[in-house]
């Protein structure tokens, strides 16, 4: 089994910044990709950005030049810098891996975390 626990998440004025972080525990075999997903009221779930363990990366063009996401294999762990934060950044964001898990033995899956509330203020 996989779990994903991220934390981070806030209130904060518009232009201001926030670091998620999201750690995955548990009988991991590997992780080739994490990233990040939100949704807010009313809207659908929509990619943010994803990061491989090679570290190529991939955006959502409404973060880009203003959204970093950066990975620590070692410690399992995806992160994602938030700066020049708007109004219509608030959503839950969610962290999701792909995975493989050793015990019980799954083949790879997506794996989605609990989310953490991201709320910008204009």
């Known amino acids: 089994q996989v779990q994903l626990v991220e934390s981070g998440g806030g209130l904060v004025q518009a232009g201001g910044s926030l670091r998620l972080s999201c750690a995955a525990s548990?009988?991991?075999?590997?992780?080739?990709?994490m990233g990040w997903f939100r949704q807010a009221p009313g809207k659908q779930r929509e990619l943010v950005a994803t990061?491989?363990?090679?570290?190529?990366?991939n955006y959502a063009d409404s973060g880009k030049g203003r959204f970093t996401v950066s990975r620590d294999n070692a410690k399992n762990t995806v992160y994602l810098q938030m700066n020049s934060l708007k109004p219509e950044d608030t959503a839950v964001y969610y962290c999701?891996?792909?995975?493989?898990?050793?015990?019980?033995?799954?083949?790879?899956?997506?794996?989605w975390g609990q989310g953490t509330q991201v709320t910008v203020s204009s």
């Open positions: 548990g009988s991991i075999f590997s992780i080739n990709a």
């Open positions: 999701n891996a792909d995975a493989l898990s050793l015990s019980p033995f799954s083949a790879s899956t997506n794996y």
């Open positions: 990061i491989t363990s090679g570290g190529s990366t």
